[in-house]
């Protein structure tokens, strides 16, 4: 036998009554840690960090003459067994190639478009959520919204819309191992964007607004 409380189920013998087996259930759900998200608040650098130079932890390594010489000749040198074996498996290393992720992000310079306001439905999921409208939030493009196209084809498009400042705050990241673009963007653009890559690029189905820590909360 079996008794839903909630998204629980709880087995238990004939013998316990099932208003005990619910009872002993709440006792030890009560044990299980449960805390709120902690409300998101954006971070600015203050004036005086903006024109600080950045300087990396280590120097850069020193290359001296012999050191380039030495190159010269390891690179004159026929390929042994190991390089070898390497050539002989041209696919492997592409797969894991294409695996990679690559990103792309704007020209941060370009001053930023104002949009039109949000419509019901992107209000009323800002105020569910408690979204700051400077919070960083994703569209989830996959291989069922290409069409005709490739996610590769899509892939190009993106980073020249990116890089133009068509797609305000954007950055993309490429997920090759999901077969997925991830496009991230502020909250007070993401209707806009979605509107945008629906509209421009022609993507086919819907795609999904995700948020850190709440998953998907918006599909277009």
């Known amino acids: 036998m079996s008794q839903d409380v909630k998204d629980v189920s709880v087995y238990f013998r004939p013998l316990l009554e099932v208003k005990d087996a619910v009872f002993l259930t709440n006792r030890v759900l009560?044990?299980?840690?449960?805390?709120?998200?902690?409300?998101?608040k954006p971070w600015f650098p203050s004036a005086s960090d903006l024109h600080k130079?950045?300087?990396p932890l280590k120097p850069a390594p020193l290359i001296s003459?012999?050191?380039?010489?030495?190159?010269?000749?390891?690179?004159?040198?026929?390929?042994?067994?190991?390089?070898?074996?390497?050539?002989?498996?041209?696919?492997?290393?592409?797969?894991?190639?294409?695996?990679?992720?690559?990103c792309v992000i704007t020209d941060r310079s370009t001053p930023l478009k104002i949009?039109?306001?949000?419509?019901?439905l992107f209000v009323k999921?800002?105020?569910?959520?408690?979204?700051?409208?400077?919070?960083?939030?994703k569209w989830v493009l996959c291989e069922r919204n290409c069409g005709a196209r490739s996610m590769e084809e899509?892939?190009?498009?993106?980073?020249?819309?990116?890089?133009?400042s068509r797609l305000p705050t954007c950055n993309a990241n490429y997920q090759r191992a999901l077969a997925q673009i991830w496009l991230y963007c502020d909250v007070f653009y993401s209707e806009y964007i979605g509107n945008l890559l629906k509209q421009e690029f022609r993507l086919s189905g819907q795609i999904t607004l995700t948020a850190h820590?709440?998953?998907?909360?918006?599909?277009l």
């Open 30 to 40: 009560q044990e299980f840690p449960s805390r709120v998200l902690p409300k998101f």
């Open 53 to 55: 130079p950045i300087k």
């Open 65 to 102: 003459s012999s050191d380039l010489q030495n190159i010269t000749l390891r690179l004159e040198e026929p390929a042994d067994a190991s390089d070898a074996a390497d050539q002989r498996k041209p696919a492997e290393s592409d797969a894991k190639r294409l695996r990679r992720s690559w």
């Open 115 to 120: 949009t039109r306001s949000f419509s019901r």
């Open 125 to 137: 999921t800002i105020e569910k959520h408690g979204l700051h409208l400077h919070q960083r939030v």
């Open 154 to 164: 899509l892939w190009l498009d993106l980073n020249r819309a990116i890089r133009r």
């Open 213 to 219: 820590k709440l998953g998907d909360i918006v599909q």
